[in-house]
Structures are given as structure tokens and as C-alpha cells.
């Protein structure tokens, strides 16, 4: 007799006295089906299955305009117009602009760093709960999707920069040098999304509410990041602390580098650089780690 068929007999004729379920199938070997797999084993699968991830980004971008008339165009457009608004409020109402040098471009450099992580966050956020047909038909490593939902904002992503160049050239900033850490910059910051889209994709799959709760939460985070305003003008005179955790802020950082290499032209402070490689870091570690610990229970209920 094959040692299923030995389990189950010894199942059916009730096992041995007081053994659990989980003590006769470890007695005999069995396994659960969907058992999480250890940490190498599962980056191997992610590895794996590297196609499938890419082609999923690939496809959703594709299909997510396919009905609006400009299509990917909205992609760019979105924080275009979010920018515009923001500067009529901030540097024509507040008189944001007259305190800071090229504030237009100040401007759109912060909305477009910003958003690059807002939509990745919120995308993972919703990466398992939106996919629950498809996690429940097919096995595969559960992190393949809030991975492909970041890939997909990386792809939109050359898209922006480029308009973002353009603009920032329009509004007199000369190209340096320095433009060649803008790749460092967004792999940084790459870095750093995909751990916080893994961490809230754990998250989003078990709190219901998080949907509604993301929006209020990742508008609070755009306020405190310095996306209209110099953090360092704003808390002048301010307790020293306040500063600190407002420029600590990662969405803060990334934005500063940013504008340090692409606007104004000189190296970003090595507070700058030990800020951003720490949350890059931290966030994909803490990321990874989270969402792997919660791989069997996604899909279930």
C-alpha cells in the first residue's frame, strides 16, 4: 500500500489514539497543498516565472486606457493636470512661487516623483484583492502581482520623465552631468516602491476598508512631502524634530534628489543619499518579508 493510501486508511480507521490530523499526515509525510515555501525557494519561483510577471505589466498597461480616445496619453496628462492645479493654488494664490526659484519646475518634479510611488502603493494595495480568480484557479508565487503592478508604473514611468525633461528644459534649466543619476535616483526609488506595494498588498488583502482608507492616507502623505513647498523654508523657527521627520520622509527624499540633480544642479547631500538607500533598503526587506509570511492565506475565504 503507497503511503497516501496508507494515511488515509490510518485516517478512516481513526489513527492512533489521540492523534491529530496534523500529527498522522506528518507521521506519513503528507504536506499541506498550499504550503507557504521558504524564502529561497520562493525567490527561485519568482525567478521563474520573471515572463509571466513582465507580460502581465505589459498587458494591463495596454488594455487600461483601451477605451478612453487618448489612451496612454492620460498617464501623462493625469499629473500634468494635477500640477497645473496644484500651481494655481500654491504658487499663485499661496505665492509659493515667489519664494522659490523655478517654482514650475520645482513643481512638476515633486507631483511627478510623487505620483510615480502613489500609484504604485495604491496598485498593490488592491493587487490581491482585485486577482482572487486568479490566484484561486492557478498556483504560482502570490508576490508575482503586486510585482507586476510596480513593473507596470515603471513602465509608465518613461513616459512622464520624458515629459518632465521636456518641461524642465522649457523652463530654462540647462542639461549637466548630473542628469546621469536620474536612473539612480528612480531605481532607488523602484526599490523602495515595490517593498511598500508588497507590504500593503498584504494589507489591502485582508482589510476590507483599506480601499477607502488609501486615498485619505496618501493624500497626507503628499502634503507632507514637500511637493508645494521648500521643507526647510516651512519649518524655520519650528522644533528641529519636526524637520527632521518631514525631510526622513522617503517620498521627501527621492523628491529632493531629484530636483537636486535634475533642477538645480549639484550633488544631493550625503543625508540625501543615506536617507534614500535606508528606506530603499528597509522598505523591500520589511516588504518582502511581510507579504512572504502571509503566502498561504491569500485567496482563502
Known amino acids: 500500500?503507497?503511503?497516501?493510501?496508507?494515511?488515509?486508511?490510518?485516517?478512516?480507521?481513526?489513527?492512533?489514539?489521540?492523534?491529530?490530523?496534523?500529527?498522522?499526515?506528518?507521521?506519513?509525510?503528507?504536506?499541506?497543498?498550499?504550503?507557504?515555501?521558504?524564502?529561497?525557494?520562493?525567490?527561485?519561483?519568482?525567478?521563474?516565472?520573471?515572463?509571466?510577471?513582465?507580460?502581465?505589466?505589459?498587458?494591463?498597461?495596454?488594455?487600461?486606457y483601451s477605451e478612453s480616445a487618448l489612451g496612454q496619453l492620460w498617464q501623462?496628462?493625469?499629473?500634468?493636470?494635477?500640477?497645473?492645479?496644484?500651481?494655481?493654488?500654491?504658487?499663485?494664490?499661496?505665492?509659493?512661487?515667489?519664494?522659490?526659484?523655478?517654482?514650475?519646475?520645482?513643481?512638476?518634479?515633486?507631483?511627478?516623483?510623487?505620483?510615480?510611488?502613489?500609484?504604485?502603493?495604491?496598485?498593490?494595495?488592491?493587487?490581491?484583492?482585485?486577482?482572487?480568480?486568479?490566484?484561486?484557479?492557478?498556483?504560482?508565487?502570490?508576490?508575482?502581482?503586486?510585482?507586476?503592478?510596480?513593473?507596470?508604473?515603471?513602465?509608465?514611468?518613461?513616459?512622464?520623465?520624458?515629459?518632465?525633461?521636456?518641461?524642465?528644459?522649457?523652463t530654462g534649466v540647462h542639461i549637466t552631468w548630473l542628469w546621469l543619476l536620474v536612473p539612480v535616483t528612480l531605481v532607488l526609488q523602484l526599490v523602495f516602491n515595490v517593498g511598500a506595494s508588497l507590504f500593503m498588498a498584504r494589507i489591502g488583502a485582508f482589510v476590507r476598508d483599506m480601499n477607502q482608507l488609501l486615498p485619505f492616507v496618501l493624500r497626507t502623505w503628499l502634503y507632507a512631502s514637500g511637493v508645494f513647498y521648500d521643507i526647510s523654508d516651512k519649518t524655520k523657527g519650528l522644533p528641529a524634530a519636526l524637520r527632521w521627520a518631514l525631510e526622513f520622509n522617503p517620498a521627501a527624499a527621492y523628491i529632493k534628489f531629484m530636483r537636486d540633480v535634475l533642477i538645480y544642479g549639484h550633488l544631493p547631500e550625503r543625508w540625501v543619499w543615506a536617507t534614500c538607500i535606508f528606506w530603499a533598503v528597509f522598505a523591500l526587506i520589511v516588504g518582502f518579508w511581510y507579504f512572504w509570511r502571509a503566502e498561504e492565506r491569500y485567496g482563502r475565504g
Open 1 to 64: 500500500m503507497s503511503q497516501p493510501e496508507s494515511a488515509v486508511a490510518d485516517a478512516q480507521a481513526g489513527g492512533r489514539a489521540g492523534e491529530s490530523l496534523a500529527e498522522l499526515a506528518a507521521r506519513h509525510g503528507l504536506r499541506r497543498a498550499i504550503a507557504r515555501p521558504s524564502m529561497p525557494a520562493y525567490l527561485r519561483q519568482l525567478w521563474e516565472r520573471r515572463h509571466f510577471i513582465l507580460t502581465y505589466a505589459t498587458s494591463r498597461n495596454v488594455s487600461k
Open 76 to 170: 501623462v496628462l493625469t499629473p500634468l493636470l494635477n500640477a497645473a492645479v496644484y500651481w494655481l493654488m500654491f504658487g499663485v494664490i499661496l505665492a509659493q512661487s515667489k519664494k522659490i526659484d523655478n517654482y514650475p519646475a520645482f513643481l512638476i518634479t515633486g507631483v511627478m516623483v510623487f505620483t510615480f510611488t502613489q500609484r504604485t502603493v495604491t496598485g498593490g494595495s488592491k493587487s490581491i484583492s482585485s486577482n482572487l480568480s486568479l490566484i484561486r484557479a492557478l498556483h504560482f508565487p502570490r508576490a508575482a502581482l503586486p510585482l507586476a503592478y510596480a513593473i507596470q508604473e515603471l513602465q509608465l514611468l518613461g513616459w512622464s520623465m520624458g515629459v518632465l525633461f521636456v518641461l524642465v528644459l522649457i
